[in-house]
Protein backbone atom coordinates (compact mmCIF):
# COMPACT_ATOMS: atom_id res chain seq x y z
CA UNK A 1 0.00 0.00 0.00
CA UNK A 2 1.15 3.54 -0.26
CA UNK A 3 0.89 6.48 0.96
CA UNK A 4 -2.08 8.38 -1.21
CA UNK A 5 -4.99 9.12 0.28
CA UNK A 6 -7.45 7.35 -1.76
CA UNK A 7 -5.32 4.06 -0.59
CA UNK A 8 -7.53 4.80 3.03
CA UNK A 9 -11.27 4.40 4.10
CA UNK A 10 -13.44 6.46 5.28
CA UNK A 11 -11.62 8.31 8.37
CA UNK A 12 -12.52 10.90 11.33
CA UNK A 13 -12.00 13.17 14.49
CA UNK A 14 -13.76 13.67 17.07
CA UNK A 15 -13.20 15.85 20.26
CA UNK A 16 -14.44 14.36 23.42
CA UNK A 17 -14.85 16.44 26.82
CA UNK A 18 -14.66 15.19 30.33
CA UNK A 19 -16.15 17.74 32.18
CA UNK A 20 -15.33 17.51 36.23
CA UNK A 21 -16.13 19.59 38.50
CA UNK A 22 -16.23 19.07 42.56
CA UNK A 23 -19.46 19.81 45.00
CA UNK A 24 -18.72 18.73 48.43
CA UNK A 25 -19.61 15.77 49.26
CA UNK A 26 -19.42 14.26 45.48
CA UNK A 27 -17.24 14.56 42.84
CA UNK A 28 -19.49 14.91 39.33
CA UNK A 29 -18.91 14.75 35.67
CA UNK A 30 -21.30 15.75 33.03
CA UNK A 31 -23.07 13.02 30.73
CA UNK A 32 -25.36 13.09 27.70
CA UNK A 33 -27.86 10.86 26.69
CA UNK A 34 -27.64 10.37 22.91
CA UNK A 35 -30.59 10.99 20.60
CA UNK A 36 -29.26 9.62 17.18
CA UNK A 37 -27.99 6.52 16.48
CA UNK A 38 -25.64 4.68 17.47
CA UNK A 39 -26.58 4.15 21.06
CA UNK A 40 -29.74 5.98 20.62
CA UNK A 41 -30.69 6.36 24.59
CA UNK A 42 -27.37 5.61 26.14
CA UNK A 43 -25.05 7.16 28.63
CA UNK A 44 -22.12 9.18 26.86
CA UNK A 45 -19.09 11.71 27.18
CA UNK A 46 -20.31 15.36 25.41
CA UNK A 47 -18.35 15.62 22.19
CA UNK A 48 -18.76 15.26 18.36
CA UNK A 49 -16.87 15.51 15.12
CA UNK A 50 -14.34 18.17 14.18
CA UNK A 51 -15.10 19.88 11.49
CA UNK A 52 -12.72 19.85 8.19
CA UNK A 53 -12.27 24.08 8.97
CA UNK A 54 -11.86 23.59 12.97
CA UNK A 55 -8.70 23.30 15.06
CA UNK A 56 -9.02 20.79 17.56
CA UNK A 57 -9.27 23.30 20.80
CA UNK A 58 -11.28 25.00 18.80
CA UNK A 59 -13.80 22.22 18.50
CA UNK A 60 -13.23 21.10 22.48
CA UNK A 61 -14.53 24.79 22.76
CA UNK A 62 -17.79 24.97 20.61
CA UNK A 63 -18.36 21.25 21.98
CA UNK A 64 -18.22 22.76 25.34
CA UNK A 65 -20.27 25.57 24.91
CA UNK A 66 -22.45 24.05 22.24
CA UNK A 67 -23.61 20.32 23.99
CA UNK A 68 -23.71 21.73 27.67
CA UNK A 69 -24.43 25.45 27.87
CA UNK A 70 -21.18 26.29 29.91
CA UNK A 71 -19.62 29.34 29.16
CA UNK A 72 -15.86 28.36 28.21
CA UNK A 73 -14.68 31.43 30.01
CA UNK A 74 -15.58 29.87 33.20
CA UNK A 75 -13.77 26.39 32.72
CA UNK A 76 -10.18 25.60 32.45
CA UNK A 77 -9.83 23.49 29.21
CA UNK A 78 -6.47 21.13 28.76
CA UNK A 79 -6.26 18.16 25.94
CA UNK A 80 -5.96 15.46 27.69
CA UNK A 81 -5.31 12.12 25.49
CA UNK A 82 -5.83 10.49 22.31
CA UNK A 83 -7.97 7.18 21.88
CA UNK A 84 -7.85 5.47 18.59
CA UNK A 85 -8.31 1.75 19.03
CA UNK A 86 -9.60 0.71 15.03
CA UNK A 87 -13.28 -0.47 16.68
CA UNK A 88 -14.13 2.07 18.71
CA UNK A 89 -17.03 3.49 17.15
CA UNK A 90 -19.28 1.18 14.81
CA UNK A 91 -19.81 4.26 12.28
CA UNK A 92 -16.53 4.40 10.63
CA UNK A 93 -12.29 4.91 12.07
CA UNK A 94 -12.79 7.39 14.40
CA UNK A 95 -9.84 8.78 16.51
CA UNK A 96 -10.97 10.54 19.74
CA UNK A 97 -8.94 13.42 20.90
CA UNK A 98 -10.37 13.94 24.65
CA UNK A 99 -10.16 17.35 26.39
CA UNK A 100 -10.42 17.85 30.21
CA UNK A 101 -12.48 20.32 31.30
CA UNK A 102 -12.84 21.30 35.55
CA UNK A 103 -15.96 24.17 35.81
CA UNK A 104 -16.63 25.30 39.08
CA UNK A 105 -20.02 26.61 40.30
CA UNK A 106 -21.58 25.24 36.61
CA UNK A 107 -24.95 26.00 35.67
CA UNK A 108 -27.72 23.09 35.36
CA UNK A 109 -26.40 21.71 31.82
CA UNK A 110 -28.16 21.98 28.50
CA UNK A 111 -28.54 19.21 26.14
CA UNK A 112 -27.64 20.04 22.63
CA UNK A 113 -29.59 19.36 19.11
CA UNK A 114 -28.18 15.61 19.29
CA UNK A 115 -28.73 14.32 23.36
CA UNK A 116 -32.13 14.09 24.91
CA UNK A 117 -30.92 15.17 27.96
CA UNK A 118 -27.70 16.62 29.99
CA UNK A 119 -27.09 15.36 34.02
CA UNK A 120 -24.43 15.94 36.14
CA UNK A 121 -23.51 12.45 37.58
CA UNK A 122 -21.51 11.50 40.87
CA UNK A 123 -18.81 9.67 40.01
CA UNK A 124 -19.07 7.37 43.10
CA UNK A 125 -22.61 6.69 42.21
CA UNK A 126 -21.69 5.72 38.58
CA UNK A 127 -20.97 2.52 39.71
CA UNK A 128 -20.81 -0.58 36.93
CA UNK A 129 -22.69 2.60 34.22
CA UNK A 130 -21.54 1.37 30.77
CA UNK A 131 -20.86 4.52 28.47
CA UNK A 132 -20.98 3.84 25.07
CA UNK A 133 -17.83 3.80 22.40
CA UNK A 134 -14.92 3.91 24.89
CA UNK A 135 -15.85 6.49 27.35
CA UNK A 136 -15.17 5.01 30.29
CA UNK A 137 -11.60 4.43 29.64
CA UNK A 138 -11.59 8.34 28.87
CA UNK A 139 -13.58 8.96 31.84
CA UNK A 140 -10.71 7.52 34.14
CA UNK A 141 -8.26 9.40 32.37
CA UNK A 142 -9.95 12.71 33.08
CA UNK A 143 -10.57 11.73 36.57
CA UNK A 144 -7.03 10.71 37.15
CA UNK A 145 -5.90 13.81 35.23
CA UNK A 146 -8.09 16.38 37.65
CA UNK A 147 -6.82 14.49 40.85
CA UNK A 148 -3.04 15.07 39.40
CA UNK A 149 -4.27 18.79 38.34
CA UNK A 150 -5.00 19.52 42.16
CA UNK A 151 -1.67 18.24 43.55
CA UNK A 152 0.44 21.06 41.81
CA UNK A 153 -1.76 23.51 40.72
CA UNK A 154 -4.16 26.03 42.73
CA UNK A 155 -7.39 24.92 40.76
CA UNK A 156 -8.44 23.74 44.09
CA UNK A 157 -9.68 26.96 45.33
CA UNK A 158 -11.53 27.87 42.22
CA UNK A 159 -14.09 24.97 44.08
CA UNK A 160 -14.90 27.40 47.17
CA UNK A 161 -15.96 30.67 47.38
CA UNK A 162 -14.83 34.21 47.01
CA UNK A 163 -13.93 33.75 50.72
CA UNK A 164 -13.33 30.33 52.63
CA UNK A 165 -11.82 28.45 55.47
CA UNK A 166 -8.96 25.70 55.85
CA UNK A 167 -11.93 23.42 55.92
CA UNK A 168 -13.54 24.12 53.22
CA UNK A 169 -10.43 23.88 50.97
CA UNK A 170 -9.85 20.94 52.72
CA UNK A 171 -13.16 19.42 51.40
CA UNK A 172 -12.25 19.78 47.93
CA UNK A 173 -9.38 17.42 47.77
CA UNK A 174 -10.91 15.31 50.47
CA UNK A 175 -13.58 14.63 48.05
CA UNK A 176 -11.71 14.72 44.72
CA UNK A 177 -9.11 12.13 46.20
CA UNK A 178 -11.99 10.21 48.20
CA UNK A 179 -9.28 10.45 51.10
CA UNK A 180 -9.49 11.70 54.56
CA UNK A 181 -6.47 14.15 54.88
CA UNK A 182 -4.61 15.37 58.82
CA UNK A 183 -6.57 18.92 59.21
CA UNK A 184 -3.04 20.16 60.38
CA UNK A 185 -1.17 18.39 58.49
CA UNK A 186 -2.94 20.20 55.21
CA UNK A 187 -3.05 23.42 56.99
CA UNK A 188 0.75 23.28 57.16
CA UNK A 189 1.15 22.43 53.16
CA UNK A 190 -1.28 24.99 52.51
CA UNK A 191 0.55 27.85 53.91
CA UNK A 192 3.98 26.52 53.04
CA UNK A 193 2.83 26.52 49.20
CA UNK A 194 3.75 30.38 48.34
CA UNK A 195 1.12 32.45 46.81
CA UNK A 196 -1.23 29.40 47.18
CA UNK A 197 -3.82 31.47 49.57
CA UNK A 198 -3.83 34.78 51.21
CA UNK A 199 -5.66 35.68 54.80
CA UNK A 200 -8.63 37.95 54.86
CA UNK A 201 -8.13 38.75 58.49
CA UNK A 202 -11.96 37.47 59.31
CA UNK A 203 -12.93 34.83 61.28
CA UNK A 204 -15.85 33.10 60.97
CA UNK A 205 -18.07 31.32 63.69
CA UNK A 206 -18.08 27.24 63.38
CA UNK A 207 -20.83 24.91 64.66
CA UNK A 208 -18.34 22.94 66.34
CA UNK A 209 -14.71 24.72 68.05
CA UNK A 210 -13.44 27.96 67.74
CA UNK A 211 -13.85 30.40 65.02
CA UNK A 212 -12.01 29.42 61.85
CA UNK A 213 -9.66 32.35 59.80
CA UNK A 214 -10.69 33.08 56.23
CA UNK A 215 -8.88 32.98 52.91
CA UNK A 216 -8.72 34.08 49.65
CA UNK A 217 -7.20 32.67 46.22
CA UNK A 218 -3.44 33.68 46.03
CA UNK A 219 -1.70 34.59 43.26
CA UNK A 220 0.20 31.72 42.58
CA UNK A 221 -1.19 29.62 39.82
CA UNK A 222 1.32 26.45 40.66
CA UNK A 223 1.76 24.63 43.85
CA UNK A 224 5.80 24.60 44.85
CA UNK A 225 6.04 22.09 46.94
CA UNK A 226 3.03 20.83 45.67
CA UNK A 227 0.17 19.07 47.56
CA UNK A 228 0.03 15.37 47.45
CA UNK A 229 -2.33 12.62 48.10
CA UNK A 230 0.25 10.51 50.07
Known amino acids: MDDSPREFGPFAVTADLVIFTVRPPMTEVLLIQRAEEPFRGEWAL ?3 FVAVDQSLIDAA ?3 LSDKTGIDVEAAHLEQLASFGEPERDPRMRVVSVAYLAM ?3 PPEPRAGSDAMRAAWRSIDQLGGTDLVFDHNTILRAGVE ?6 EYTTLATSFCGSEFTMGELRSVYETAWDTQLDPANFHRKVLASPGFVEPTGITI ?4 GRPAKTYRRGR ?7 IQRS
Not at 145 to 150: E, H, Q, S, Y
Not at 220 to 226: E, I, M, V
Open 46 to 48: PGG
Open 61 to 63: RFK
Open 103 to 105: VAH
Open 145 to 150: RAKAKL
Open 205 to 208: SQPK
Open 220 to 226: ATDLRPP
